[in-house]
């Protein structure tokens, strides 16, 4: 089974973000850039910064690419950087995760054409990659913080329990459209187990006990929902 071997290219702003995250987390990375000029600010910080070539397919493949690497984040402040280095490593390796951040509308779509898996943009970030970041909830809480963080807005996921008021009712009996500053994206379904239903779809689907619910909005917010409905 191949191991979360995490690579962050390009030490940007984002990248002392996220690299801060994991380390809270305690999961391992690895930081790489072409700029030697990096290395004081990055000593400073607390960050081991690896000087190396990203540009060169057997440097990619040194540092695991195509082996044990399983997610691998571009985060140079040049839109152009991130999707070059997407296109190499997605030419290197069809199934490591790559998630790459944008500046730029027009880099979405070269991202997408390159084989980027997520892009980290608060206004791009739709049902199908939201679905893709819950099932690794390590990284979901690193991204959910680099985009969202600033503005104390988080995504959650909510499970409904046995003794909840939610558990057997419809979801637009209970959708808390207006008592709530917050956006519901859509659930998981445990009798359906890997199926995710967006909100969107329009499915009045009733709530059962293991359900969980996905949700963006300001943390004092999401929190007076949970206590409200006992989850």
Do not use: W
Request: glycine content about 6%; hydrophobic content about 40%.
């Amino acid at each position: 089974m191949r191991e979360s071997k995490i690579l962050l290219f390009g030490f940007s702003r984002s990248a002392i973000e996220i690299g801060a995250r994991l380390k809270a987390q305690g999961l391992a990375f690895i930081c790489i850039d072409n700029d030697a000029s990096f290395l004081p600010k990055a000593k400073k910080l607390g960050f081991e910064l690896l000087i190396a070539d990203y540009s060169d397919d057997e440097t990619l493949l040194s540092l695991g690419i195509g082996e044990d690497v399983s997610f691998v984040f571009t985060l140079f402040d040049e839109d152009v950087h991130n999707v070059f280095l997407t296109l190499s490593i997605r030419s290197l390796d069809p199934k490591v995760q790559i998630i790459s951040t944008t500046h730029t509308k027009d880099a979405i779509h070269k991202l997408e054409i390159a084989g980027v898996s997520t892009i980290l943009d608060p206004y791009q970030i739709c049902g199908k990659r939201i679905y893709k970041l819950i099932t690794q909830p390590e990284i979901m809480q690193v991204i959910d913080a680099t985009i969202f963080g600033e503005e104390d807005i988080n995504m959650e996921q909510i499970t409904i329990t046995a003794h909840s008021p939610l558990n057997g009712l419809l979801l637009n009996e209970c959708y808390p459209i207006e008592r709530y500053n917050m956006l519901l994206i859509g659930l998981h379904d445990k009798e359906l187990k890997k199926e995710f239903l967006f909100i969107t779809e329009g499915h009045n689907h009733k709530l059962d006990h293991g359900d969980i619910l996905v949700v963006i909005g300001q943390s004092a917010e999401i929190e007076r929902f949970r206590m409200d409905f006992s989850l």
